[in-house]
């Protein structure tokens, strides 16, 4: 269960990360993503166990893929 949780805020963070390059509020992205702001912001926080249809939503938002969410290269 700790692995997970700390996936969860792994994946968290670097949607945070990428939000905030792009000047977005969690507002911003979660309505682009049809997500409440307060949804997201569990995300955000590790809080809340992703959907892969939440996954992918995000990642089209974020313009990116989603391995690159799933895995930092070092």
């Known amino acids: ?7 969860q805020r792994m ?3 670097r949607i945070r990360e ?3 390059r792009r000047g977005w ?4 992205l979660g309505d682009l993503c049809s997500i409440h702001r307060s949804h997201m912001g569990a995300i955000e926080r590790g809080e809340s166990n992703l959907t892969l249809s939440t996954l992918l939503a995000i ?7 989603v391995a690159a969410l799933l895995y930092r290269a070092d």
């Open 1 to 7: 269960m700790e692995r997970q949780i700390a996936v």
């Open 11 to 13: 994946i968290g963070n």
């Open 18 to 20: 990428h939000r905030r």
């Open 25 to 28: 509020s969690q507002e911003q």
């Open 59 to 65: 990642s089209a938002k974020l313009e990116m893929k």
